[in-house]
């Protein structure tokens, strides 16, 4: 089992910056490709990034690369996500999953087992 608990998110206004945290608990942290989503009012949840296991390889989704920035502390039992250059489509709630072991894509939700409350982010104009 792992828990998952988001924390960082809150109101910013464009441009600026923000950098979320996903604490785990559980023991095997470190064994979980790990995973950031979001969703906004009446869109479906979409993927944001990712990384795997050993935090070696990262992917990212065309609408936050070069913005966003995805890492890990396994030590720490820690995600991160750094954002930059927020936009006001950035808006959404967000939310930090653990990939499942089966899993063979990153940017599908069901291929995601463990999921946290998710943080409200909210950026203004």
């Known amino acids: 089992q792992v828990q998952l608990v988001e924390s960082g998110g809150g109101l910013v206004q464009a441009g600026g910056s923000l950098r979320l945290s996903c604490a785990a608990s559980?023991?095997?942290?470190?064994?979980?490709?790990m995973g950031w989503f979001r969703q906004a009012p009446g869109k479906e949840r979409e993927f944001v990034a990712a990384i795997s296991w050993g935090g070696r390889n990262t992917y990212y989704a065309d609408s936050v690369k070069g913005r966003f920035t995805i890492s890990r502390e396994n030590a720490k039992n820690t995600v991160y996500l750094q954002m930059y250059s927020l936009k006001p489509e950035d808006t959404a709630v967000y939310y930090c999953?653990?990939?499942?072991?089966?899993?063979?894509?990153?940017?599908?939700?069901?291929?995601?087992?463990?999921w946290g409350q998710g943080t409200q982010i909210t950026v203004s104009s």
């Open positions: 999953a653990a990939r499942k072991l089966s899993a063979t894509t990153y940017y599908a939700p069901g291929e995601y087992g463990y």
């Open positions: 559980g023991r095997t942290f470190s064994n979980y490709g």
